[in-house]
């Protein structure tokens, strides 16, 4: 399997752009979470999803900031607008039910400039 | 609440010797604990995991960690550190009770290893 994976892996936009993150959950994961990463704040969980469905997004900033899961191998994360605040390293991670461990991406590093 | 502390921002080892990265954790019920590294520029890699039996739990690339649940503690150990080993190690906790599946994460401790 090829992991989880993200796309862009770098990401550098003007403020006011809307930026798309976007993952694919290792196959037959049932869960998926996105998670923020900053110096000043660590690693904070954003929203999870499971069976395609959101569970808990109280981890999202503002309203600025959506995510969307279609179907069981793509999510995405949405920040509409941007601001330089929001520059940070995105992960995607996904799991198994049951299973405990999760799985992460490579994760996305956004600069909004 | 649930939560996870690693005291130390920063620890520092001299190759061969052994290391210690601590982690200390507060849950409401039985905790399943972990223990992640991050290599630059990289997402975070599983180590190792604590669900049940044994207090002592072995894992990857020659990590060990401990379970004491009296001092709610679950530190990461390895008998020789090797320069490699340097990272940022992160501690996690879940209480399926009462949070599902819903990791809490430890600030990060940044492992130097000096030849």
């Known amino acids: 399997d090829a992991g989880v994976i993200q796309s862009p892996r770098h990401e550098v936009t003007e403020m006011g752009q809307e930026v798309t993150l976007r993952c694919k959950p290792i196959s037959g994961h049932d869960y998926l979470f996105w998670y923020r990463q900053t110096m000043m704040r660590g690693l904070e969980l954003l929203i999870y999803?499971?069976?395609?469905?959101?569970?808990?997004d109280s981890g999202m900033p503002e309203d600025r900031f959506s995510a969307k899961m279609p179907n069981a191998s793509f999510s995405t994360l949405k920040i509409q607008p941007s601001e330089p605040r929001d520059s940070a390293v995105y992960f995607c991670a996904s799991t198994v039910g049951g299973t405990d461990t999760q799985y992460f991406g490579p994760g996305t590093r956004l600069t909004v400039l | 609440a649930q939560s996870v502390a690693q005291p130390e921002d920063q620890v520092n080892v001299a190759e061969g010797n052994p290391l210690t990265v601590k982690c200390t954790y507060s849950v409401s019920g039985n905790p399943y604990l972990f223990w992640y590294v991050q290599y630059p520029n990289r997402g975070l890699q599983f180590l190792l995991k604590?669900?049940?039996?044994?207090?002592l739990v072995k894992g990857s690339y020659g990590f060990e960690a401990e379970f004491n649940k009296s001092q709610t503690s679950f530190h990461l150990k390895k008998p020789s550190a090797l320069v490699s080993d340097s990272a940022l190690y992160f501690c996690?906790?879940?209480?399926?009770?009462?949070?599902?599946?819903?990791?809490?994460f430890g600030t990060g401790t940044s492992l130097t290893v000096i030849p």
């Open positions: 999803f499971n069976n395609n469905v959101p569970i808990d």
């Open positions: 996690a906790v879940r209480d399926p009770l009462t949070t599902g599946n819903q990791f809490y």
């Open positions: 604590y669900i049940t039996g044994d207090n």
